[in-house]
């Protein structure tokens, strides 16, 4: 493809589709925020949350499989339910999942809450890909219906997800972005730093981590209703580490890790090198090299989180010092 | 099992003047401790937060049963450890070790290095829980506990090794400490944020005149982790004030502070006691400090209780200068 190919095909649209995106993956990054950033729970499962998110948005939202289709789609239930419901239920039940993983997991020593993490959301992915009866395993599932699709005609359809989706993550960041700032977040951020301190003042630390983990769960159990509503098809392998996982620490860190509005501006930036270099190599770079460059393109991702880890630990904007806005000033 | 009936002599414990223990130690350091007036300071202070300590003991009785609230046998005993045991693998940290801290009393932890006073402490405050024998505070059996309601029981700990909490202000540090805030509830800065505003200027006045107390107001915004070794030290004592504790334990608190700065450290932890009724029980290794401020005095060794009295007798102990000076041999 040439650039004025791209340019005629609607490169306002590709920009609405790289902001949709960009902003599904601000509400990843906003939910291991506040895991990481604010209570520094090492949560290398983020995907495991997606997918959650996203097979029960789908599962609630779409009809039973009828005609024809229904022999080539199994899938364990469609309450075709409209589409606030399924973000609902989305956020709710990535929040049980948490609790049932916190319970075992929180009280070991981060390395292993690490480890654990990374583990599970493999299972959780594994899961949806060998149980057929559950989502269909590996073929996934297709014609996850779009909220408020007939208003506006096909073309401009994008438009309107658009707003949706910037609306969810506006009210998603002002909620928790009160919520952490106050004698709450200050716990957290208290664990974060010792929890031995934390423990010896009377706060009680697992009850803590365990709200920490379900909150961030459900924020991301949100983004992956988002994904799949955009989406319209999804299968297990959307939730691979790489992309479910790796490029929302690479944001979180890149954008500042502890800062709401860092944390969006990092899954920004992030998705704009991202897409940007995606643009670049169709357009520049012959097509005998072009199946090599996903490959530069990961080396340059892991470059950028290197040099920021060396040279910004605190990423772009870093936290703020203090953590209470309720406080006098 | 080599404690030895004879060191029982140095249990000041049965008699219970005041005027033994002022007199005892006015030759050493001239100030006064006056127990009376102390004594009715714990009683209003227990008073004022009588609502908060009472919903904390309720909470505690459904949680750990009637059956263990012991009965003690003189209100005067603030805490009594009883035969208590640790190990680590193969190493007896702390062996049958029994002592009782007094109520009013600033008292000394002493020992040579590895003698069991921090695991002592540990296991006191609930992070470590022993293998045997039983912690009784304020009546109420708190061994085996975990630390955060240790801490609702009255009893509040500082560190050896300063664990200030680095990437937070010194306020906040303070900020975080005082029990029953509203709005460490997820979600109550929406909720009820009037509530929360308002007990956050209760905790930042509180906050502030600690810091004026241990004179680390100037550096109230500063990043914990900046601070000198020395005033970490002073931040520890500061998190501790924040609570209205009945005893704090105080692990070396005059360990990397300057000589200065040790003075006034010594006079506040005695204000402490004076002034606002509260316990002290204090692991150090500067003798100076030991006997100027400390009285009765625990000597640990080995993971027992070696000797007990006041500093002049422990100072005049034989066995205590072996197991300093003779390493742990006695």
């Known amino acids: 493809m040439t650039v004025e190919a791209i340019l005629s095909s609607g490169l306002l649209n590709y920009l609405v589709g790289f902001l949709i995106v960009a902003s599904i993956y601000a509400l990843f990054t906003l939910g291991l925020n506040v895991h990481f950033g604010d209570t520094g729970l090492i949560n290398f499962g983020v995907a495991g949350f997606f997918a959650i998110g996203a097979y029960t948005a789908a599962l609630v939202t779409k009809p039973l499989p009828t005609g024809e289709l229904a022999r080539y789609t199994q899938q364990a239930f469609g309450l075709d339910q409209p589409f606030l419901v399924g973000i609902i239920a989305a956020a709710l039940v990535s929040g049980i999942i948490a609790v049932l993983i916190g319970i075992p997991t929180l009280r070991l020593r981060e390395d292993y809450l690490a480890i654990a993490t990374i583990g599970i959301a493999e299972s959780i992915r594994l899961v949806f890909n060998n149980e057929q009866w559950l989502a269909n395993g590996s073929k996934g599932l297709v014609g996850i219906p779009r909220p408020l699709y007939d208003l506006v005609p096909t073309a401009y359809y994008n438009y309107v997800y658009l707003g949706i989706v910037i609306i969810v993550l506006a009210v998603v960041a002002v909620l928790l972005e009160r919520m952490i700032r106050s004698p709450w977040g200050r716990v957290l951020r208290a664990i974060r730093e010792d929890e031995v301190v934390a423990a010896a003042y009377g706060k009680n630390v697992f009850a803590f981590k365990l709200q920490a983990l379900v909150l961030g769960a459900m924020v991301m159990g949100i983004g992956g209703a988002l994904y799949a509503h955009n989406a319209g098809t999804i299968s297990p392998s959307v939730f691979e580490p790489v992309f479910g996982t790796f490029i929302v620490w690479v944001m979180l860190i890149l954008g500042g890790s502890g800062n709401t509005k860092g944390v969006i501006l990092g899954a920004f930036v992030f998705w704009a090198i991202w897409a940007g270099t995606q643009f670049a190599t169709d357009a520049f770079v012959p097509p005998a090299l072009n199946s090599r460059a996903p490959h530069f393109r990961f080396l340059l991702m892991e470059t950028l989180l290197v040099l920021m880890l060396l040279f910004r630990p605190k990423g772009i904007l870093g936290e703020e010092r203090f953590v209470s806005t309720l406080r006098p000033r | ?330």
């Not at chain 2, 002493?110 to 024998?133: E, H, M, Q, R, V």
């Not at chain 2, 009295?309 to 034989?318: F, L, V």
């Open chain 2, 1 to 330: 099992m080599r404690r030895t009936d004879g060191l029982l002599a140095f249990f000041p414990e049965e008699s219970d003047e005041p005027a033994t223990l002022s007199g005892s130690c006015a030759n050493i350091h001239t100030r006064e401790r006056p127990l009376a007036s102390a004594a009715c300071t714990i009683i209003e202070v227990t008073s004022r937060h009588r609502g908060e300590w009472e919903r904390v003991s309720n909470l505690s009785d459904l949680n750990m049963g009637t059956s263990r609230t012991v009965a003690t046998d003189t209100q005067h005993v603030l805490l009594q450890v009883e035969n208590v045991a640790k190990s680590f693998g193969g190493l007896q940290a702390v062996q049958n070790c029994s002592m009782q801290v007094r109520s009013g009393t600033i008292t000394g932890l002493i020992g040579p290095n590895g003698a069991g006073k921090t695991t002592l402490f540990n296991l006191i405050s609930g992070f470590y829980a022993p293998d045997a024998g039983s912690i009784v505070f304020q009546g109420k059996r708190i061994d085996g506990l975990p630390p955060h309601r240790i801490f609702h029981h009255g009893l509040c700990r500082t560190f050896q090794v300063p664990k200030e909490l680095k990437q937070m202000t010194v306020l906040e540090n303070l900020m975080l400490v005082p029990a029953g805030q509203a709005g460490e509830r997820m979600g109550t800065a929406w909720l009820i944020p009037w509530r929360v505003r308002r007990q956050e200027q209760e905790a930042y006045d509180k906050a502030l005149d600690v810091l004026e107390f241990v004179s680390l107001a100037h550096l109230r915004d500063e990043y914990a982790a900046n601070l000198s070794t020395g005033q970490k030290k002073l931040l520890e004592l500061a998190r501790a004030m924040m609570t209205d504790p009945r005893l704090i334990m105080l692990d070396e608190p005059g360990a990397g502070v300057n000589p200065t700065l040790l003075d006034s450290l010594m006079r506040q932890i005695e204000r402490l006691v004076a002034e606002r009724g509260i316990t002290v029980l204090l692991i150090e290794h500067n003798m100076a400090v030991v006997m100027g401020l400390c009285d009765p005095v625990i000597v640990m060794s080995n993971g027992e209780k070696l000797a007990e009295g006041t500093p002049a007798e422990i100072q005049r102990n034989e066995q205590v200068l072996a197991a300093y000076l003779g390493g742990q041999n006695r």
